[in-house]
């Protein structure tokens, strides 16, 4: 942000009018009018932020008013989250303290400003610090008030709508971040509207041509999915006109994101993904204790007309999502021959499923499943505490053990009572034991699924009843690590772990000390290097280990050898070193030709002028001319490349934005040839692979270095190992392998 104090009536008309937007979205809802406080809290904020503007170049002011109405309008929170989402950024950036707040405006809004404040952690600043530190603190408000996360994640969504303003390594730092941290958070609280659009935001801002792409091809497919829709749904609205139901029929159409990502999962243009179209029925009740019966009528009415698929029934109704969404969805074949989903809600169902727990509010007095959803979102969050109680010594290490939960599918498990329980789909009966308790998890020995004896390791599905069987003689093992999919479960063996080892260095560390002084040794930092060495081991915690374990016994030849150590420290002369310069061209790229000679000349641009220009490519991705790539400082300031959608990036984004450069092709230099390997399957014919080997080599004159092919029951699959020059030769080859009839998938691996 930057002062200018400048002020136009054009400006203010423009504030004003959007205040005047957000007072006529609140008086629209059911919540209590209280205007004036928000009224108060849009004048003290207009103040605060006074003659400060955005990168942008707007008012500072309307970013939180923006964000105040994705608040109201998209979220359904009330006048405390809306005010608090007005001030959210006072306390960070102007004078004004969390006591000032809270002598005008009471505790409540202070507590959730302050905690915004907490998090905030300079998502655009220059101080941004690894984000796993910031997302503690923000988990550790909201287990506190709701209110907190669902305001920061209104103002993450306009901080992403509002991208564009940003430098492109910012923007590579806060797309990642929002893809690693905050779609699966709005997924997790049950806002999947904006879950959807932070997905679609951060696609766009990291792959903008795939993005361009797909909006375009959607674009060109959309009269041909109107006609499907109206066809398929015509004999649908014909009976629920017969049922004198109330009804909307919507068509929803796959987001780019979620399309991008099938794929690259499932290596598939985007012509072959059949699921782009999908149908809502959004009806109203006749009322809130009829309405699961309702949906089920429904459903029985529409298997009337088509064939619903045996095994793609989805009944989120009877036992909703971990995250409150309801819905009772069920596949169709069209008489087109093609299977299309129907999602059956009713309105209440529709405005939880885009709103998540706070549309919950407007509904308290009516159905179950609003209790048993909002005990859901209470065990989650008291998991939450439970990891935050044990703080890990890795930040990174705790960021990803929250993210196993954060998308995880549902799936439910009975107790041999016949209690059920909500578990995260592959979950283990290992998981199972310590949702039950931390000690019945740590002396896990196995289980009975279903009356058969399992091992801890064994996947638990939906419907299983689980009993667990314990030994007091069984203890965590590192072993247990590979097992465990749940958060809580992860963070408890981990305790227990570091517990046991702290325990463990403490007794090995004893024993050295007594051993040091029964024979009159001095303890010092060369006498404990020496001893390492003589017993193989790289750290002195590793030494108390091992001496706590027996591993390693300490006698006479130790004695020796640290008393010949002790006599040689009086007249050791210590030397010190100087740092080794490295060379003008040392460490620049690993840029690999397809010859013998190693070509180091710089092929990519960095926009960052301040440290040294070179860069590694990993090794991970394998970037090439024309991926989408970025630039990470490592601890030693050398540069390591990515390639935009490598796992690592989404990672190094999300938790060390502040090292992320931008990067880009020196597209003119041609010389350096890169490997790529490609995956190729079809239907296997005599002369297959002189077809292929034509293209790649006679139609696109590229170099073969290495080709396996293996021939299954007619089908084949190969791997082939190019030299090409950029990203565009390898789509180009990868286009001209699809056109081969017999070829049915090609996928750059």
Same mark, same amino acid.
């Given at each position: 942000m930057e002062e200018v104090f400048v002020n136009t009536d054009d400006e203010e008309k423009m504030v004003n009018d959007a205040f005047q937007h957000l007072i006529d979205s609140y008086l629209s809802t059911k919540h209590r009018k209280k205007v004036e406080i928000i009224t108060k809290a849009f004048n003290f904020a207009k103040h605060a932020h006074k003659g400060v503007r955005r990168l942008s170049g707007e008012p500072y002011i309307m970013h939180p008013l923006a964000v105040a109405q994705i608040v109201c309008s998209e979220?359904? =929170?009330?006048?405390?989250?809306i005010c608090s989402a007005l001030l959210h950024d006072v306390v960070e950036d102007t004078d004004y303290t969390v006591e000032d707040i809270e002598n005008m405006f009471g505790p409540k809004m202070a507590q959730i400003v302050d905690g915004l404040t907490k998090i905030s952690g300079g998502i655009f600043g220059e101080h941004a610090s690894a984000q796993a530190e910031n997302f503690k603190k923000l988990l550790l408000t909201m287990s506190d008030d709701i209110r907190v996360i669902l305001v920061k994640i209104a103002d993450r969504l306009h901080n992403m709508r509002t991208l564009g303003s940003q430098p492109a390594?910012?923007?590579?730092?806060?797309?990642? +971040?929002?893809?690693?941290?905050?779609?699966?958070?709005?997924?997790?609280? $049950?806002?999947?509207?904006?879950?959807?659009?932070?997905?679609?935001?951060?696609?766009?801002?990291?792959?903008? +041509?795939?993005?361009?792409?797909?909006?375009?091809?959607?674009?060109?497919?959309?009269?041909?999915?109107?006609?499907? %829709?109206? +066809? %398929?749904?015509?004999?649908?609205?014909?009976?629920?006109?017969? !049922? $004198?139901?109330?009804?909307? !029929?919507?068509? &929803? /159409?796959?987001?780019?994101?979620?399309?991008?990502?099938?794929?690259?999962?499932?290596?598939?243009?985007?012509?072959?993904?059949?699921? /782009?179209?999908?149908?809502?029925?959004? %009806?109203?009740?006749?009322? =809130?204790?009829?309405?699961?019966? +309702? *949906?089920?009528? /429904?459903?029985?009415?529409? *298997?009337k007309i088509y064939t619903s698929h045996p095994d793609r029934l989805r009944d989120w109704i009877s036992r909703p999502k971990a995250n409150g969404y309801q819905a009772l969805h069920v596949t169709l074949m069209s008489h087109k021959g093609e299977w299309i989903e129907v999602q059956i809600r009713s309105r209440r169902m529709d405005e939880i499923a885009e709103k998540g727990f706070a549309a919950h509010w407007k509904y308290k007095d009516g159905v179950e499943g609003e209790k048993s959803s909002e005990l859901e979102l209470d065990k989650w969050l008291a998991t939450i505490k439970e990891i935050l109680d044990d703080p890990q010594p890795d930040a990174m290490d705790f960021l990803d053990t929250i993210k196993l939960n954060l998308f995880a599918s549902e799936i439910f498990v009975f107790t041999p009572k016949g209690e059920i329980r909500t578990m995260p789909a592959g979950c283990t009966a290992l998981d199972f034991a310590f949702s039950i308790h931390t000690f019945v998890g740590s002396h896990c020995i196995g289980a009975k699924v279903n009356h058969k004896l399992v091992p801890i390791s064994h996947k638990l599905n939906s419907g299983d009843q689980v009993e667990i069987l314990t030994s007091k003689s069984s203890h965590p093992s590192r072993e247990? #690590?590979?097992?465990?999919?749940?958060?809580?479960?992860?963070?408890?063996?981990?305790?227990?772990? &570091? &517990?046991?080892?702290?325990?463990?260095?403490?007794n090995g560390e004893a024993i050295l000390d007594s051993f040091l002084s029964s024979h009159d040794i001095a303890k010092d930092t060369l006498i404990l290097d020496k001893l390492c060495k003589n017993h193989n081991v790289t750290k002195l915690d590793d030494l108390y280990m091992a001496l706590s374990n027996n591993k390693i016994k300490l006698g006479e030849s130790d004695v020796v050898l640290l008393k010949a150590k002790e006599e040689a420290k009086g007249w050791k002369k210590i030397f010190s070193f100087g740092k080794r310069v490295m060379s003008k061209n040392e460490g620049v790229g690993t840029l690999v030709t397809a010859g013998k000679n190693f070509d180091r000349k710089q092929v990519l641009m960095l926009s960052e002028?301040?440290?040294?220009?070179?860069?590694? #490519?990993?090794?991970? *991705? &394998?970037?090439?001319? $024309?991926?989408?790539? !970025? $630039?990470?400082?490592?601890?030693?300031?050398? /540069?390591?490349?990515?390639? #935009?959608?490598?796992? #690592?990036?989404?990672? =190094?984004?999300?938790?060390?934005?502040n090292r992320v450069i931008a990067a880009?092709?020196? !597209?003119?230099?041609?010389?350096?040839l890169f490997p790529v390997s490609l995956h190729v399957r079809g239907i296997d014919k005599l002369g297959l692979l002189c077809e292929i080997t034509q293209v790649i080599s006679q139609l696109h004159s590229v170099n073969i270095r290495k080709l396996e092919i293996e021939v299954n029951d007619g089908l084949f699959e190969s791997r082939i190992q190019l030299f090409v020059r950029d990203s565009n030769e390898v789509k180009d080859i990868v286009n001209s392998l699809r056109a081969i009839p017999d070829v049915k998938e090609v996928a750059r691996t």
């Open positions: 979220i359904g =929170l009330g006048s405390t989250s390594s910012k923007q590579y730092k806060i797309a990642g +971040e929002t893809l690693y941290i905050y779609a699966p958070l709005a997924n997790r609280l $049950g806002l999947n509207s904006i879950k959807t659009e932070l997905e679609d935001l951060s696609f766009k801002f990291e792959h903008p +041509e795939e993005y361009s792409q797909i909006e375009n091809k959607l674009a060109a497919t959309k009269a041909e999915r109107d006609t499907v %829709f109206d +066809e %398929f749904t015509a004999p649908i609205r014909q009976q629920l006109d017969a !049922m $004198g139901i109330s009804y909307d !029929m919507k068509q &929803r /159409i796959k987001s780019p994101y979620s399309i991008w990502r099938k794929m690259q999962n499932k290596h598939i243009p985007f012509e072959e993904i059949y699921d /782009i179209l999908a149908v809502r029925v959004i %009806f109203d009740p006749h009322d =809130l204790q009829t309405e699961l019966n +309702e *949906c089920f009528d /429904i459903y029985v009415r529409l *298997c247990w #690590l590979n097992i465990a999919t749940t958060a809580k479960a992860t963070t408890k063996i981990l305790a227990i772990l &570091r &517990r046991e080892e702290r325990e463990a260095k403490k002028d301040t440290i040294p220009q070179k860069y590694t #490519l990993c090794d991970c *991705c &394998r970037p090439i001319p $024309g991926d989408p790539v !970025m $630039g990470f400082i490592d601890d030693n300031r050398h /540069i390591v490349i990515h390639k #935009l959608e490598c796992s #690592l990036a989404e990672r =190094l984004k999300a938790n060390h934005g880009s092709w020196e !597209m003119k230099k041609r010389q350096v």
